[in-house]
C-alpha cells in the first residue's frame, strides 16, 4: 500500500473497511465512494479544499444546546426533505411529513385549552385557536397521543433564538383522551428567515438565495402502535409557500386560517375576538 | 416548489443554486449531486441520517487551536491524498507530495544546524542528523528556501498533544543560503496512531483499522518561484508503511536512517555519538 495514485486510491481505502457490521460495511463503503467521486470530479485545489474545511469546522462550532447549524445544512441543501421522502414512502392515507428542522427543543406537558404563547406575543401576535383530532388511517380516534408543537412568535424568532421570550415560549406538549381531541391557543405564525449569522447563512448567499420560510406550526406527535408524525401545518396565502428555504412545503400542509369573528366562540375557547381558528385531524400511519 | 418527492427534490435544489461566481455554481452543483446520490444511494434511517448530524457536529466541537478533527477524518477516509494527487500532477522530475496531517503549528525561525529535540527527547531519543540541499528540477540550489519542519517525539507525540513537552518542541524553520544547504538535529521519529480519543477514532473502529502512522518527519518547503513542496520523509523499515491510517506513503520518501559511529562526524555536527545520518535533497517545481 505505498505509492498510491488518483487511480488506484479510491479502491485501496474501500479495500481497508473490514466492519463487523453488514450496515455499517455499506455506509463506509458508500460513504467513501461517493466522496471520492465528488473529489474526483470536482477536482478541488488544496486551498478550496481547506476552505471546506474551515466551513465543516465552523459549523461545528456554531452548534450549541440551542442551535443546530447542520441540521440547518442538511435543510437548506434539500438533504432533509429527501431523508424524508425515503422513509415516509407509505402507501397509507395519513398526514404528510415535513422537516424537523432546528428548533426543536423541551417544552412543558400542557392541558388541553393551554395558551403556548406566554411573553409579549401572546398580545402583540394575532390570537389563533389549534384544533381538531389525532386519528388511525382508519379515521378512528387515538387516546394517549403526545402532541409536541412548537412555533416561532410573531416577530420569527424561536424561544430559543431569543433572550427576551420566556423559557419554552410557544411549545407544549398535549396528551389526547379517548376522544383524540385535541385544542390549544397561541398566535397565527409568521414567515421568518433562517439563521444566516453562521456558515449556513454563506451557502445560501453563495447560492442567491433568500433565506426566508413561509410561517408554519411544528407538530411531533408519538402514539403507541403508530409512526412518528413530524410535520408543519402552513399558512395558506404565505408569499414564500413557493420558495421555502429548506424545500419543505407540501400541498395537503396548507390551511387556511379564516378569522372567527363570533364573540360566544371566543368566549367559549377562551380567546380574544377575532381569532383564527385552525381546524385540522392528524392521521398517523400504522407501524 | 411544492410537494417535492424522491424523484423531483434534487433537480429543484439544483435550479436555486444561483450563484454570480462560476467556480462557486460549479462547487454548489456538484456538492448537491453527489450528496443527494449518496442518500439515495444508501437510503438512511432517520436515526442513521441524525447519527450522521452528531457525528459532524461533535467532529467540529473537537477542533481547537491544537487540534483539527476534519483534517484527520479527510486524511483517515483518503480525501487528503486524492486532493493531493489531484493537484501535484506535475511531470517535473521532483520530490513527491503528502498529506500535511494535523499537527502543523507555528514554529521559531531557527539557526541551520540547531536542534529542533529541545525536551526530554533531547536525551531519551535517538539522536538523528538531517542534512542535504534544497534545489531546482535542474539541479540547481534555491536560495532564501523557507524549510518547516515538525515530528513527533520518541514516545509518538506532538508537542500540541503533550504538555509535558516545551511548546514548539521538535519543530523549527530553517532558511536556506546561496548554497540551498540544510541541516538540523534532531530525533529518530517514531511510529504512533492517530489520535482516536475523538469521531475519527470511531470511524477507524468501525472500519476495523489500526490508527498507525509509520514513523515520519513532516516538511513543508517554501520558495520564491516555486511550488510549495508539503511532504514526509519516511523511516525505511517501519512496520506500518504498508498500512498507513492516512494513505501518505511514497516508496520515493522512504529512506535509510543509517547510523553514523564516526566520533569526528559527531562532533563536526554537535550531535551524540552514534548518531542516525539522513541525507535527502528536495526537489522543487517551478511554479
Not at 447549524?69 to 432533509?80: Q, Y
Not at 420569527?156 to 420566556?166: A, K, L, S
Request: net charge negative.
Amino acid at each position: 500500500m505505498r505509492n498510491l495514485t488518483e487511480e488506484n486510491l479510491t479502491d485501496i481505502v474501500l479495500e481497508r473497511i473490514n466492519s463487523t457490521d453488514k450496515r455499517g460495511q455499506e455506509v463506509l463503503t458508500k460513504l467513501i465512494k461517493y466522496l471520492h467521486a465528488f473529489v474526483k470530479d470536482l477536482e478541488p485545489t488544496e486551498e478550496e479544499w481547506f476552505t471546506a474545511i474551515d466551513f465543516l469546522t465552523r459549523t461545528g462550532k456554531k452548534c450549541d444546546d440551542k442551535r443546530q447549524e447542520f441540521i440547518l445544512l442538511s435543510d437548506v441543501l434539500g438533504v432533509s426533505m429527501l431523508v424524508d421522502a425515503i422513509n415516509h414512502r407509505s402507501k397509507q392515507e395519513v398526514t404528510e411529513t415535513t422537516v424537523t428542522g432546528p428548533f426543536h427543543a423541551p417544552a412543558m406537558e400542557m392541558k388541553m385549552g393551554d395558551n403556548i404563547a406566554r411573553g409579549k406575543e401572546a398580545t402583540s401576535g394575532e390570537p389563533a385557536l389549534f384544533r381538531g383530532k389525532i386519528l388511525d388511517p382508519d379515521g378512528k380516534p387515538i387516546a394517549n397521543a403526545k402532541i409536541d408543537v412548537w412555533q416561532s412568535n410573531d416577530e420569527g424568532f424561536y424561544d430559543i433564538q431569543d433572550d427576551t421570550q420566556p423559557e419554552m415560549n410557544l411549545r407544549g406538549i398535549f396528551t389526547t383522551d379517548a376522544s383524540g381531541d385535541f385544542w390549544f391557543r397561541s398566535i397565527k405564525p409568521s414567515p421568518y428567515p433562517v439563521p444566516t449569522d453562521g456558515p449556513v447563512g454563506e451557502v445560501l448567499k453563495a447560492s442567491g438565495r433568500h433565506p426566508m420560510r413561509p410561517a408554519h406550526i411544528h407538530f411531533w406527535i408519538e402514539a403507541e402502535g403508530y409512526q412518528t408524525l413530524i410535520t408543519h401545518i402552513f399558512v395558506e396565502g404565505d408569499e414564500y409557500l413557493d420558495s421555502d428555504a429548506v424545500f419543505g412545503v407540501k400541498e395537503s400542509l396548507i390551511l387556511d386560517f379564516p378569522l372567527n369573528n363570533n364573540k360566544e366562540d371566543a368566549e367559549k375557547w377562551g380567546v380574544k375576538s377575532p381569532f383564527s381558528e385552525v381546524i385540522y385531524d392528524f392521521k398517523l400511519a400504522k407501524k
